[in-house]
């Protein structure tokens, strides 16, 4: 019954963002996988993802905010017991006044009263003695996955399958913004207990790519090109993270420009899309003899590495 505002250190008025800024860096500290010899370890980032649940879900975090529930979700207790001195402000004969309603002194049968409030059946419903909420039966445990998705996959928001190991198939959507270390909660998916099942947690792994590299949101690209089409410029066939594009290049492009294609990267979490950043790297042709002969018949005007001071 902690308090989730303590358990992920935010404050009370905490944005979504600073609460889910919290929850990612205790959850990668106190992750399963790290902690395999701290079983603590594993209980605390189990009440730091219950925590993270309940605040993100602006409902249960207002029903929290007014006390109407717990920090575990279940409803607070809408008595404040008072004895029969002057601060319970006792009722006569013995019994007791809170929030507006007086129960009967000796001899009154309260549980007609609680099974109208809660609907508790007698003789054994939901309240245990001393009118204490009897705790609902426990859920499964949660489990932790953790799935590797392919670069273009992730900057695309391809769906990916996992398969639970029940054997039961799950087609999950990535997130806007994802990014190694990315954290998806899969409700109910975790393992059967006797109040339902627990919840699954899935951590994202984006894979490499072999020639593209991700800059925050942006695509980096290094794009061979002949001379000719650096000297004289043209339309270039060149890879995105989706289909290839015709890259305009100017006429007398240098090695090491770097062209925009817009939209052509990540999915941002507010919306909109990244860019693809390509730089020209110019390949020359080894032992081209009539290239050779041409360089030491012709000399480039000016000195390039004048901006340097050399």
Do not use: C
């Not at 860096?25 to 996988?33: C, F, I, N, S, Y």
């Not at 309940?54 to 979700?73: H, Q, S, V």
């Not at 601060?87 to 099974?115: C, H, L, V, W, Y």
């Not at 928001?157 to 087609?171: C, F, H, S």
């Amino acid at each position: 019954m902690a308090d989730p505002y303590q358990t992920l250190g935010v404050a009370r008025g905490a944005s979504e963002a600073d609460i889910k800024k919290a929850y990612r860096k205790l959850a990668k500290e106190l992750h399963p996988d790290r902690n395999k010899d701290n079983p603590k370890a594993a209980e605390r980032f189990s009440q730091v993802t219950s925590a993270y649940d309940l605040l993100t879900d602006k409902d249960k975090r207002a029903r929290f905010d007014r006390g109407e529930i717990d920090g575990d979700g279940n409803p607070a207790s809408p008595f404040g017991y008072g004895g029969g001195g002057p601060r319970g402000g006792g009722a006569p004969g013995g019994g007791f006044r809170s929030q507006g309603f007086e129960f009967g002194g000796e001899g009154a049968d309260m549980s007609d009263i609680f099974e109208g409030l809660f609907g508790g059946a007698r003789g054994g419903g939901g309240f245990s003695s001393g009118f204490g909420r009897r705790s609902p039966p426990p859920r499964g445990a949660n489990v932790n996955y953790r799935l590797r998705v392919p670069f273009v996959d992730a900057a695309t928001l391809a769906p990916q399958r996992i398969t639970l190991p029940e054997g039961k198939a799950v087609d999950l959507k990535l997130p806007a913004g994802v990014e190694t270390g990315t954290q998806m909660r899969l409700a109910g998916k975790g393992e059967q207990g006797p109040g339902g099942p627990g919840d699954a947690t899935v951590e994202i792994e984006v894979e490499p790519h072999r020639f593209f590299t991700r800059d925050g949101d942006d695509v980096r690209l290094d794009l061979p090109i002949t001379l000719n089409e650096a000297v004289l410029g043209g339309k270039v066939r060149t890879p995105t993270v989706e289909n290839p594009v015709m890259l305009t290049i100017s006429p007398g492009t240098s090695s090491g420009k770097t062209l925009r294609l817009k939209g052509k990267g990540f999915h941002k979490k507010g919306g909109g899309r990244g860019d693809q950043l390509v730089t020209v790297m110019i390949e020359l042709p080894k032992d081209d003899e009539a290239l050779r002969r041409f360089v030491e018949d012709w000399q480039q005007p000016g000195n390039p590495r004048a901006a340097l001071g050399v």
